[in-house]
């Protein structure tokens, strides 16, 4: 399924999430870690700092594995909904934010 996510980022905890994006420590993680990278590459900032974006997850419980190894150590108040296909989200690149942080 496909989920359209919305979530709260600790930004005190930038430097260490973007290090772990961009050196293969979460890429080279089976069997999400490639799916992790694309959809934070795809994430945009809100208007009320809220990150958004779009994932496909095969979890019996939206994001339970990407959470429980991932998410949650950087995100809180995840949201999660159903949606057809992957849409495109408004704001600013999650990426270019924490990647000078």
């Known amino acids: ?3 359209q996510v919305k979530a709260k980022f600790n930004f005190n905890k930038s430097k260490q999430f973007y290090q772990e994006l961009t050196d293969g420590t979460i890429g080279n ?3 999400e870690g490639y799916e992790i990278v694309n959809s934070m590459n795809r994430a945009r900032i809100d208007g ?5 974006w779009t ?3 095969y979890c ?3 994001l339970q594995h990407e959470r429980a190894t991932v998410y949650d150590a950087y995100f809180t108040n995840i949201q999660t909904q159903i949606i ?3 849409i495109p989200m408004m ?3 999650f990426m270019e934010a924490i990647s000078h942080l």
């Open 1 to 3: 399924m496909i989920y």
């Open 29 to 31: 993680q089976k069997p």
């Open 48 to 52: 009320n700092g809220d990150v958004n």
């Open 55 to 57: 994932e496909l997850c």
């Open 60 to 62: 019996p419980t939206p």
């Open 84 to 86: 057809p296909d992957h």
């Open 91 to 93: 704001g600013s690149s």
